[in-house]
């Protein structure tokens, strides 16, 4: 029979016990949860951009808390139910205190903030850009993670309606064309303005072409921090070759680890190499690396390329608020090339899309610079800046465009020189302040720019001189000042900022005559010249809760000519003008972001001197307008997608019957890409371009360069903290297309016909490049 036995007294106790501290623990959780509250919210600017990094900090009757906002702008406190002050706080923000009552609503706030000093630098990395029509911002996600085997590739990754066509299989720099107009090298039909660390790529008085941007071989894509593009000439800090905007690329002062090494290969004889040293300094960053690049391409005459870079930066940290720097850079850079070849034979079969017909074109490129910088920010928010630099620069470039149109005996064959000494100095002050209780912003610097430069051209045969054509020792130095204020007014909800500035250039053209000297003396002299530039930008956002903000931005830019066109035609344009207008609006929601604007560019007359044969060239005044517009979506946590498109709708020389059109320049551009971060260790992106096709004569608009669409793959998969998988795929339809496209006229052989026709580079085909990389000694 089965017995019941009943507890004894101790075990009843003790889960009674039990029980009734379960019981009060439950009720102290209810208790204290009646009596917390959570303070959440979203940082954003006036025109709705989501801000991170902004530190919320509270003061309670149980301690401080604090929390920062994350890449979406969203913060969130636990806090007593009492009454309580938040501060926000951070690097350029205006700080400001908010407070609450024990009872008020303290859930999804919207916190707008200020920047004292604008924001530089722009970190998102795969939530949506916030976007404006004034500026673009590249972070550093595509230079780490996308293979490039040349320097043209890093352009292709700009968009912002720059279309940038390689040169002779990526050896000789890259031909610029946006909104409209061809820029050549960088420097004509008012410029493309492109700055490393504050140090101007484009050469003014170059062997080659006016603004060219041969400097950016030494540019090493893994050091990229991030990249600015001013979408026209509308701030004062930027002088010389701005007509069309500013790329202003800022390089990395040290690595998230000590030593980085990445190793690649692919078609064509590819290798590439990139190893850094980026020490853990207490007060300072530094880095060293080197980078070797070599390739063959797809050519008939093999490319070899050959580019080995050395980069180096120290900063050193004298307090919290002054910073000391140093950088370093060389490089080297030699090639041969195809040259630009006659299309017509290739569409006839005869000449291969990869063919050639001077064996002898290439270059070979020498560039250093040394450069210093100081940074001191002041008590009362002032920042202070100043850097110097010395640059040395030797440049050989092999061409022959015409083949035997001028020399049937001979040929064509030139040789480019152009060996350089650069100096400068850049001064600025950035001082926020307040005015009548109004937040205001005054930026003041000064630019020095002295360059000496020996520069020729020579007939040649087999790379080597037979005649000299031009010989001269140039010095051309360009001073600059300039101001701008900034102010920021509220009327309610709606929010306005103003910018009003004005620049000065001042050059002075030097030339002296080596052909015959003493017989020169319309070939050598010293002229001047000057221009003031005025700025003015305009920005209301109606409504704080509405996510829109119109712009009107209004800016002259200036191009100078080359020296020797100056002193040989005194009576010729020495600077040209731009005047850019845009209007435009900008929509900033939490995942998309949208902006979008008109344009009109107002150019006067240009002189631009030839250096292929030293004649001149004169270009009247021009007139081009249309409409851009960007997006940028964040789809998921780890996907994202941003595209862009630039259409011109007319341009044209002013004053002319019949009307005359501006040639050789696309007058529809644009992008998308499609990026992945961090999805189960793979990162990667999936990016397309496409630009129309084009006139190339003024007068006959069947005279066209044929568009394109290419679409360029990169893949990374990390398998641990320390390596990585790479694997990047250009042209990955391997659609058939070509470049940089010109239509002039040429004579392939001795005794054959001169004809008129369009000579072109080919792109790449697909072309397949896998790497590893390894990354060690990660700092805290």
């Known amino acids: ?68 906002s994350d890449d979406e702008g969203n913060f969130k406190l636990e806090v007593p139910r009492e009454a309580v002050s938040l501060r926000v706080a951070g690097k350029n923000i205006s700080a400001q205190e908010l407070t609450f009552a024990a009872n008020d609503p303290t859930e999804n706030l919207r916190v707008e903030i200020a920047y004292i000093i604008p924001k530089i630098h722009d970190g998102l990395v795969i939530s949506a850009s916030q976007l404006d029509p004034t500026i673009d911002r590249r972070n550093d996600v595509i230079y780490r993670d996308t293979l490039f085997s040349r320097d043209d590739q890093v352009f292709h990754t700009l968009d912002a309606g720059i279309n940038a066509g390689q040169h002779e299989g990526g050896g000789k720099s890259l031909e610029i064309r946006r909104f409209g107009y061809n820029m050549d090298h960088g420097g004509v039909n008012g410029g493309l303005k492109v700055l490393v660390d504050n140090f101007q790529q484009n050469q003014g008085t170059q062997g080659h072409g006016q603004g060219y941007l041969g400097q950016l071989k030494s540019l090493t894509p893994e050091l990229v921090q991030d990249v600015e593009i001013l979408n026209g000439p509308f701030s004062a800090q930027y002088g010389d070759f701005s007509g069309l905007g500013v790329v202003h690329i800022r390089l990395k002062e040290s690595l ?51 580019r080995d870079n050395v980069t180096g930066n120290y900063v050193h940290n004298l307090n919290e608020k002054t910073k000391l720097g140093f950088k ?113 912003l005054l930026v003041a610097g000064a630019n020095f720019h002295d360059n000496q430069i020996n520069v020729g051209l020579d007939n040649s045969v087999s790379r080597s001189p037979i005649s000299v054509v031009t010989k001269a020792n140039a010095r051309v130095t360009n001073s600059s000042g300039y101001v701008q204020q900034g102010i920021d007014l509220d009327s309610g909800r709606t929010h306005f900022h103003i910018e009003a500035g004005v620049r000065f250039d001042h050059f002075r053209f030097k030339v002296d005559d080596r052909v015959l000297p003493e017989f020169s003396s319309g070939l050598s002299g010293i002229r001047g010249a000057s221009r003031f530039q005025p700025k003015f930008n305009f920005a209301v956002t109606p409504n704080e809760r509405l996510p829109l903000t119109v712009y009107f931005n209004y800016g002259r830019g200036i191009s100078s000519q080359d020296a020797r066109g100056v002193v040989q035609q005194p009576e010729g344009q020495r600077i040209s003008t731009t005047d850019f207008y845009q209007v435009g609006t900008s929509h900033n929601f939490k995942r998309l972001s949208l902006s979008t604007d008109l344009f009109l560019i107002d150019r006067s007359n240009e002189q631009v001197y030839i250096p292929d044969d030293g004649s001149f060239e004169f270009l009247g005044p021009t007139r081009a307008y249309g409409f851009e517009a960007k997006t940028s979506i964040k789809l998921t946590r780890v996907l994202s997608f ?127 490049t896998a790497g590893v990389t390894f990354r060690l000694g990660g700092k805290d």
Do not use: C
């Open 1 to 68: 029979m089965l017995e019941l036995h009943s507890f004894n007294s101790k075990p009843r106790r003790l889960v009674g016990w039990l029980f009734l501290a379960t019981l009060l623990i439950q009720l102290s959780v209810f208790a204290l949860a009646q009596n917390l509250r959570t303070i959440s919210g979203t940082v954003v600017t006036a025109n709705g951009e989501a801000v991170r990094g902004v530190t919320i900090a509270v003061r309670t009757s149980a301690g401080d808390k604090t929390a920062t």
């Open 256 to 306: 998230p680890d000590q030593l980085t090494a990445r190793f690649q290969g692919g078609q064509f004889d590819t290798f590439r190499s990139f190893l850094a040293y980026s020490p853990e300094l207490k007060r300072g960053d530094a880095l060293i690396a080197y980078e070797a690049s070599r390739t063959d391409g797809p050519f008939k005459n093999p490319l070899h390329y050959k």
């Open 328 to 440: 370093l850079n060389f490089g080297r850079n030699d090639f041969v090339s195809s040259g630009q070849i006659p299309l017509d034979e290739v569409n006839a079969g005869r000449l291969d899309r990869f063919g050639f017909v001077d064996p002898d074109n290439g270059g070979r490129v020498r560039t250093g610079v040394v450069s210093t910088y100081f940074r001191r920010e002041t008590e009362k928010g002032g920042v202070f800046k100043i850097d110097g630099f010395v640059a040395r620069s030797l440049f050989d470039l092999y061409s022959n465009f015409t083949f035997f149109l001028n020399d049937e005996t001979n040929g064509d064959e030139i040789i480019q020189h152009d060996s350089r000494l650069q100096q400068g100095v850049n001064a600025q002050w950035l001082q926020p302040y307040k005015l009548f209780g109004k937040q205001m």
């Open 642 to 768: 941003n595209g862009g498109l630039t259409r011109v709708m007319n341009a044209f020389y002013r004053g002319q019957q019949p009307r005359i059109y501006v040639d050789s320049a696309p007058h529809f551009i644009s992008n998308a890409a499609l990026t992945l971060n961090g999805w189960h260790g793979f990162s990667g992106s999936l990016r397309y371009r496409h630009i129309s096709n084009y006139r190339l004569d003024g007068e006959d608009p069947t005279i066209r360069a044929a568009g394109f669409d290419v679409l360029d793959l990169s893949v990374t998969k990390r398998l641990n903290r320390r390596v990585e998988l790479n694997l990047s795929v250009d042209n990955l339809t391997d659609k058939r297309y070509f470049e940089t496209q010109n239509f002039f006229e040429s004579r392939l052989v001795p005794g054959a016909p001169v004809v008129s026709r369009i000579h072109a580079t080919p792109g790449y085909p697909v072309t397949v």
